[in-house]
C-alpha cells in the first residue's frame, strides 16, 4: 500500500474524518482501548484472509489478527458457513443448544486441566469468574498476579498493569492501581511478585501462602511480547501452590494457539483452572473458564450452586458454532506449521535487526512473535520496559506507513492464512523501517 513514511495520513481521510465524527458520541473515538493508535486508527470496510479493507480503500496486511483470534485468517469460509446457517436458525434463544455441548466437548477433549468448562461473553469475565470460583473454593480473600500482567479490565486484575513500575528498590512489587478511585481494599488483597522469578515466588508464598485464594498468569506473557514462563517459574508455581491449596489459574486467552491443548500441554504443568477467549469464539465475542469436576461442580444448578453465574448471551448459538468449525479446522499439522512460521519470523526478524546493528531483541514463541529495541534481554515487566519506547512507536508507525498492521506495542500473530508473501513483506517492511528510521535513532 504505502511506500514511504508519513503518508498513511495522506491516504486515510475518510477514517481521519470518521474519527472526528466518532469522538461526539463515544469517548476518543471507540469503545475499545486497544483499538486505537496514534496519529489515529483507520476504520475498516471489510477482512479478508490476512487482510483489512479500510473505508478509503486501502488494503493492509493484518498481524493483529483482532488480538491473534482469528487463527484461520479473516472470513474463513467454513465459519462464514456455520454463521450463516445459524443466523437462519435464530441469533440466540433463553435455553440450551447443542451446538454448546460439541464446543465443550472439543475443549475438554483437547485440554488436561479441563473436565468442565463454562462460557461467557470475554476474556475479562473469564479471568473474573475464575478468581470469584478461586475464592468460593478455598475461602481466601487475597489473590497475587504478575507484574504487568493483564487479564481484563475488572478491579482485582487492574493491579500493576501498564504504569511506569521501575522503582528504584528492585525488591519492591507493591501494587499500583490503573486508575484513580479504585478501592484500597483492592490492593490490600491483590498481591504482585515479577514473572521468571523463582525467589519471588518463594518469599511470596513464604509470607502470605495461607491467605491465597490463587495465582494468576498468562503462561505466555503478551504484555512483555509474548515471553513464555521458564520451565523452571513455572513448576516451581504449581509446587509451590498446590503443597499450599493455593489454586493455580493459568490465562490461556492468547496462548492457547500454540498447540491443541494450549501452553499447558507444551510445558506440561497442568493449572487448577484455565481460562479462554479468542480463538475459541472463532471471531465471535466470547469467553470460558473451565477445571477439574469439584472445582466447577460450584455452579451445578442440579445440587444447588454455591456460584450463581448467568448471562443473556453466554453460549450464544452464533459464538459456539464460529468456535466449532474454527477448532474442527486446527489440526495438529495446523500448529506444527504455524510454529514452524513463527520460528521462521523471529529468527528472521532478528537477523535483519543484527545485520543493521539495530539494538533489538525479538521475543515470542508459537505462532507469536513481539520486538524491543534494546541490548537487554525481555524476561519480565521492568526488562521490557528498559527497552527504547520511541523506537518501538517508529517501528509500528514505519510499518503502517508500509501497509502493515501491528498491535502497537509492536507484537503480532500468525493465521493459516500466512504464506510465503505475508512472511516477505513483513520481514523486508522491518527491513526498511531499521534501516531509514531505527538505525539513525539509534545512532
Known sequence: MVEENGVYEKLTTKSQAMNIEAQNYLPGGSSRAAAYF???????????????????????????????????????????????????????????????????RMICDRVESVNKIRFTNSGTEATLNAIRLARAYTGRHKIAKIEGGYHGTHEYVSVSVSNDILAEDKNDFSGVPEWPGQPPSVLQDVLVFPYNNVSAVENLIAKHGDELACII?????????????????????????????????????????????????????????????????????????????????????????VIEHSGTFNANPMTMVAGEATLSQLTTEKY?????????????????????????????????????????????????????????????????????????????????????IEIEQLIDGARYVASTTLKNMAE
Open 38 to 104: 496514534e496519529p489515529y486508527p483507520f476504520f475498516a470496510d471489510k477482512a479478508d484472509g490476512h487482510y483489512i479493507y479500510d473505508v478509503d480503500g486501502n488494503q493492509f496486511l493484518d498481524f493483529m489478527l483482532n488480538a491473534t483470534t482469528h487463527i484461520l485468517g479473516h472470513n474463513n469460509p467454513l465459519v462464514a458457513k456455520a454463521v450463516e446457517k445459524q443466523i437462519k436458525r435464530g441469533l440466540s434463544y433463553g435455553v440450551p443448544t447443542e451446538a454448546q455441548i460439541k464446543l465443550s
Open 336 to 420: 506444527i506449521k504455524l510454529n514452524e512460521m513463527g520460528n521462521r519470523v523471529r529468527n528472521e526478524l532478528q537477523t535483519v535487526f543484527d545485520e543493521l546493528e539495530v539494538p533489538a531483541r525479538v521475543t515470542g514463541t508459537g505462532s507469536l512473535f513481539g520486538m524491543h529495541f534494546s541490548n537487554h534481554d525481555v524476561v519480565d515487566y521492568r526488562t521490557m520496559k528498559l527497552a527504547n519506547q520511541n523506537m518501538k512507536q517508529a517501528m509500528f508507525k514505519g510499518m503502517l506507513d508500509r501497509g502493515i498492521l501491528l498491535f502497537g506495542k509492536c507484537t503480532g500473530a500468525l493465521s493459516i492464512a500466512t504464506g510465503e
Open 217 to 305: 498468569l498468562e503462561p505466555v506473557f503478551s504484555n512483555i511480547g509474548y515471553v513464555p514462563a521458564s520451565q523452571q517459574f513455572i513448576t516451581k508455581l504449581r509446587e509451590v501452590t498446590r503443597k499450599r491449596g493455593i489454586l493455580l489459574i493459568f490465562d490461556e486467552v492468547q496462548s492457547f494457539r500454540l498447540s491443541p491443548g494450549g501452553s499447558q500441554q507444551v510445558s506440561g504443568i497442568v493449572p487448577d483452572l484455565t481460562t479462554f477467549g479468542k480463538i475459541i469464539g472463532g471471531g465471535m465475542p466470547v469467553g470460558a473458564w473451565g477445571g477439574r469436576d469439584e472445582l466447577m461442580e460450584l455452579y451445578d444448578p442440579v445440587t444447588g450452586p
